[in-house]
């Protein structure tokens, strides 16, 4: 992997690279850093957060079905409103510092948040803050890379964001262990670790202008390119397979239920999942490059299915959680990247942002209904019977969704 500190011309023009292979640019590095000090904050949270709340709090597996819901899917409300801001005013940086601005006030809000009611209220605005800020920047990802490296860069991206991902649940540990039950304490360096991040981005981040900022981008347009041929099979894809995707928390808490492992060892899980995504996010965005971005996607969800059996099965042990957690990670690494550089290229330039965040609302309104139905299917029967169900429907899903994938990138809109 090459980085480079220079950026490209706008446009999706790419430096001369002589016999070198092709630079990812400065500015995807610097949001990159931005999204991995993000993530340690985020991760510290959301590592403790399904023990916090079943165990601290008293949750029912209904009640944090519906939470977790609010975690996977809130954000659906405003991530189309953040991508279309961006487009409309061509400078999406601007978007994205208050997206990030409002995410990093939510951790230190967890500190006098006690109740059910409040700490909902905090998640809410956690998630959209994310929603806010998600598009803007995947689209300044875009707008510094050339069409060619898509995948490259965001694999780059997703490898530093999971970096602090993986960085964040060992604080998280290491506050516990050192600080049983401080669970303030990892609110406090939460939001420390998540104020940096906003200052990288304000200071050092270049306020790129997109190709909507020379030309205003009418609402009418960016409603009829979302609702194109071209971008109608990924999104239904994606929602399809987005209901089917069970909540990371929920899965841990099954291999928790099953193995029976100390509390404090909670946020380790995470770590396992997030190690794997971080060795695998650069090389299998450059295989979504090679070979076709909605091939690696849909072959990324053909991996659920078996984590959810491993999950299952009624005797684990050390050895089976580590795959589980390997697999997980190998899933993000197909999906979490690829999908946005898909998407970029089936929308034109000045309605990129809007696009993005259109996928990624599907994805999040289907992961909201995905927590709650698996919630309520937990409660009913259990996580072993809740699993094997939602495996099955996704080895049913998966061949559909490949055939609504089956020539996207093919309609890609010209450079």
């Not at 999406?92 to 995410?103: D, E, M, R, T």
């Amino acid at each position: 992997m090459y980085i480079s500190v220079r950026d490209r011309p706008a446009g999706g023009r790419s430096e001369p690279t002589g016999t070198r292979a092709p630079r990812v640019a400065g500015t995807v590095v610097l949001l990159g850093v931005v999204s991995l000090l993000t993530d340690v904050s985020s991760e510290m949270v959301s590592s403790v957060l399904p023990l916090y709340l079943t165990a601290v709090v008293g949750l029912s597996p209904i009640a944090y079905g519906f939470v977790d819901g609010i975690y996977q899917g809130v954000s659906a409300l405003v991530r189309i409103a953040g991508g279309y801001a961006g487009d409309r005013g061509g400078r999406p940086k601007l978007v994205a510092v208050a997206g990030y601005g409002i995410s990093a006030l939510s951790r230190i809000a967890l500190l006098p948040a006690a109740g059910y009611a409040a700490i909902t209220t905090v998640i809410t605005a956690d998630r959209l803050g994310k929603g806010l800020r998600t598009a803007p920047r995947d689209a300044l990802i875009v707008e510094a890379s050339p069409p060619a490296m898509l995948g490259r860069a965001f694999g780059v991206h997703r490898a530093l964001d999971t970096l602090g991902a993986a960085i964040g649940p060992l604080l998280a540990f290491a506050l516990l262990a050192s600080l049983p039950g401080g669970y303030d304490s990892i609110f406090v360096v939460s939001f420390a670790f998540a104020t940096v991040g906003v200052a990288v981005l304000v200071l050092f981040v270049p306020n790129l202008r997109t190709a909507a900022g020379t030309a205003r981008v009418g609402l009418r347009r960016v409603v009829r390119e979302v609702a194109g041929r071209r971008l109608r099979g990924p999104l239904l894809a994606a929602g399809l397979l987005g209901l089917l995707t069970v909540g990371d928390g929920f899965l841990y808490l099954a291999l928790q239920d099953r193995d029976d492992f100390a509390a404090r060892w909670f946020p380790l899980l995470y770590v396992g999942t997030n190690l794997a995504y971080l060795a695998l996010a650069v090389p299998l965005g450059r295989l979504a490059d090679r070979v076709g971005r909605a091939r690696v996607l849909v072959a990324g969800h053909l991996v659920l299915p078996v984590c959810y059996l491993l999950a299952a099965l009624p005797h684990g042990g050390l050895a089976l959680t580590v795959v589980v957690l390997l697999l997980l990670g190998v899933f993000y690494a197909a999906s979490d990247g690829v999908l946005p550089a898909l998407v970029s290229r089936l929308v034109s330039a000045e309605t990129r942002g809007s696009g993005i965040a259109a996928a990624q609302t599907v994805v999040a309104l289907a992961r909201f209904a995905s927590s709650v139905l698996f919630g309520l299917l937990w409660t009913l029967s259990g996580p072993r019977p809740a699993l094997l169900l939602f495996g099955a429907l996704l080895l049913g899903i998966v061949p559909l969704a490949a055939w609504l994938l089956r020539g996207a990138e093919t309609r890609e809109v010209p450079a």
